[in-house]
């Protein structure tokens, strides 16, 4: 079994925030994010700064057996209408059934632990992969923002993505059980001292 823990990025060490910039600066990353430039250090650090005092947004570093592998972060949390944007990204070399336990997670967290109604998510155009498994976890596309952002020189849109508690109480189950045997490998716990909404 596996031991993931999420940890927020802000009670994190210098060396772990630090490898958080390394993944986030990977070729594999940088392409599905809205900004793609390398990130720098004071940059890097500045952003982790305004974390420290800002309520809409939880960020969580990602640990796989105690190694730095990734980022969850809850977005633009709305407490008078319980609602949020997520997303994450992975060390390329820790993919691989990381991806769907992190999901699974986090809409977890999201509905129960900090009692929110409603979770979106928006991915890029040229990463169709990833539409396909928000879908497979009880997002439903809401929406596509047609030449919405540039990258690389050209305008390309934005797919809109969401998730009901409702539906997902309905479907939490029968997903589990399709990634059964994804799951049984990882052990998950979130580490986190947020008052729910
Ligand atoms: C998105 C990401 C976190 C997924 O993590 P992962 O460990 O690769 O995901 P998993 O291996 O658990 O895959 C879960 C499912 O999605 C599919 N999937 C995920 N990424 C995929 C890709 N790039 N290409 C094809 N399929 C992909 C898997 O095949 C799997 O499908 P299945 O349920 O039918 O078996 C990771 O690929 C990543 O960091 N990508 C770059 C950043 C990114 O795109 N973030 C999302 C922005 S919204």
Known sequence: MQ????????????????????????ESVRRSMYTDHMIGLEEHLAWIERLEKDTRQIVFVVFLDGIVSGLVSVNALDRLHKKSDWAFYLDSKARGGLGAVLEFSLINYAF??????????EVIETNPAVVKMHLKFGFVEEGFRRSNIEKDGKRIGVHFLGLTKDDWVIKRDEISENYKSIFEKFQVHIDSTLVSV
Do not use: P, S
């Not at 060490?13 to 490898?19: D, I, L, N, R, Y």
């Not at 129960?112 to 998510?121: A, F, R, T």
């Open 3 to 26: 031991e993931v823990t999420l940890r927020e990025i802000v009670k994190c060490t210098f060396e772990q925030k630090t490898a958080v910039r390394d993944i986030r600066n990977q």
């Open 112 to 121: 129960d632990e900090i009692g929110l109604e409603k979770l979106n998510c």
